[in-house]
């Protein structure tokens, strides 16, 4: 692994991996430690998502052509 980079690394074993998920999972939340969302992420996530719908819309047109062409020449 990491052959020519540095050849010390070596894959963790299934058992260190679940010890260290475990104690990651298992560790007490940090006080004031997540992040401070706005109120207002939500919508402003809808919003984006609808101006890109004309965007998407049209994509999702260039590749049902894209498909067609391709269908019709065999690829």
Do not use: F, N, Q
Not at 26 to 34: H, R, W
Not at 46 to 67: F, G, H, Q, T
């Amino acid at each position: 692994m990491a052959h020519g980079y540095i050849d010390e690394l070596e894959p963790l074993r299934p058992d260190t991996v679940a010890d260290i998920a475990t104690a990651h999972l298992l560790a007490p939340p940090v006080p004031g430690g997540g992040p401070d969302l706005d109120t207002g992420w939500h919508e402003r996530g809808i919003a984006a998502r609808w101006r890109m719908k004309a965007v998407s819309d049209e994509l999702d047109d260039l590749l049902d052509r894209v498909d067609a062409i391709a269908a019709r020449y065999g690829v």
